[in-house]
């Protein structure tokens, strides 16, 4: 079987390729997501093997059609609109909350989530102009260059429950790694393009929405 490529089959998830990588790379400082589809879950599953790593970066698409379908119907040119695109992340947050099996462990993951977030460690956007469709994992050291080990993910996984091959039934996906200086390089400077464009999710937007999120699971139970 390729190591390059994985299909989130039995164990050959990304998952456990992200566990390989940062259990034997203790160097990675940087973590860059460039995904479609973002959702909270996903990440604290992550969380117990980013302990280390300082500076996470994550990119997440929107669904720009639906803001622009919003405009045009009163009758107005959709324009990159920083409160509708916080507006849209927020409504994604409640709903993945209130979709979650909700246990202690879940309310906690997502609390770290925010914490992250309000401490730096976590910096979100959301990229308001184009319908990313991309997937990209960047793993860097600080010092970045030719001489140093560092790896690119790319294919099909969003950073969710299913991309990443954790539920018990795991989407076919089909991912590859790569380990050339040459492959990272391109991957992290289309990354920086679209993270120049990208809006804020602020930590204070994130930590309403945990608060909304919680208060209305709460309520509803």
Do not use: C
């Not at 998830?13 to 790379?25: D, V």
């Amino acid at each position: 079987m390729s190591n390059k490529f994985f299909t989130n089959q039995e164990k050959n998830t990304l998952f456990n390729k992200l566990t390989g990588i940062f259990e034997h790379n203790q160097n990675i400082n940087h973590f860059d997501v460039l995904v479609g589809y973002f959702r909270s879950s996903g990440y604290f599953k992550l969380r117990p093997l980013l302990e280390d790593v300082a500076n996470i970066r994550i990119l997440a698409g929107i669904d720009v059609d639906k803001l622009t379908q919003e405009s045009h119907s009163l009758g107005l040119i959709y324009q990159e609109n920083k409160e509708k695109v916080e507006q849209s992340w927020q409504k994604t947050f409640i709903t993945d909350i209130k979709q979650a099996d909700y246990d202690a462990q879940t309310e906690q993951g997502v609390k770290q989530f925010i914490q992250d977030m309000l401490s730096g460690k976590v910096s979100l956007k959301a990229h308001p102009s184009q319908k990313i469709h991309a997937k990209i994992y960047i793993f860097r050291p600080d010092n970045f260059n030719e001489h140093t080990a560092s790896s690119v993910i790319t294919g099909s996984s969003n950073l969710t429950d299913a991309g990443l091959g954790t539920q018990q039934t795991a989407n076919y996906e089909f991912n590859v790694l790569l380990n050339d200086y040459d492959e990272v390089k391109f991957a992290a400077d289309e990354f920086e393009k679209l993270w120049l464009e990208g809006v804020d999710i602020l930590p204070e937007v994130a930590k309403n929405s945990l608060k909304n999120a919680f208060s209305r699971r709460h309520n509803a139970l």
